[in-house]
């Protein structure tokens, strides 16, 4: 009996074209970088441009907050997204993503050296909290996924 399907010509083309399909998704996150600082003192005093995270700051022992920047990163499996907030340099590479979820890891470099390189499950819409640089006065990094395309 001759088998129904043969390697051939097709077959490379048909492969590249699953490939792509899979890797066509993108996912769209936020960063915010925070710098940190005055631990222990309360209340908080938090600027206006970060009102939006005032519930996920105020849980933190700092008592100080600066804006240090905000930053789209457009990422696929294919592609790393990079931005820069304040003296560190983010890599973001999609490990997966679903409907609602993805999975990311981020490269955190300060100049040419690797701070950190966690993998992060982010669902939509939630921000989730990264502490980098000194313990007294850290730059925290808020990470929200914006949209799965």
């Known amino acids: 009996m001759r088998p129904i399907l043969k390697s051939g010509p097709w077959l ?27 631990p222990g003192k309360k209340p908080a005093q938090i600027p206006e441009s970060l009102a939006k995270y005032n519930e996920l700051l105020s849980k933190t022992t700092f008592g100080t907050f600066k804006d240090a920047g905000r930053s789209e990163v457009k ?4 592609d790393k997204g990079s931005t820069k907030i304040g003296a560190y340099t983010i890599e973001v590479a999609l490990v997966k993503a679903g409907k609602e979820k993805a999975r990311v890891t981020l490269t955190i470099k300060e100049g040419a050296k690797d701070v950190a390189q966690p993998t992060y499950l982010l669902a939509k819409g939630t921000p989730t909290r990264l502490e980098v ?8 990094l808020i990470l929200t996924l914006q949209s799965i395309e």
Do not use: F, Y
């Not at 640089?133 to 925290?140: F, L, R, V």
């Open 12 to 38: 490379l083309p048909a492969l590249m074209l699953c490939c792509a399909a899979a890797c066509a998704e993108t996912v769209k996150l936020e960063i915010q970088g925070v710098n940190a600082s005055d």
């Open 75 to 78: 990422v696929t499996a294919a």
């Open 133 to 140: 640089g000194k313990e007294d006065a850290p730059t925290i």
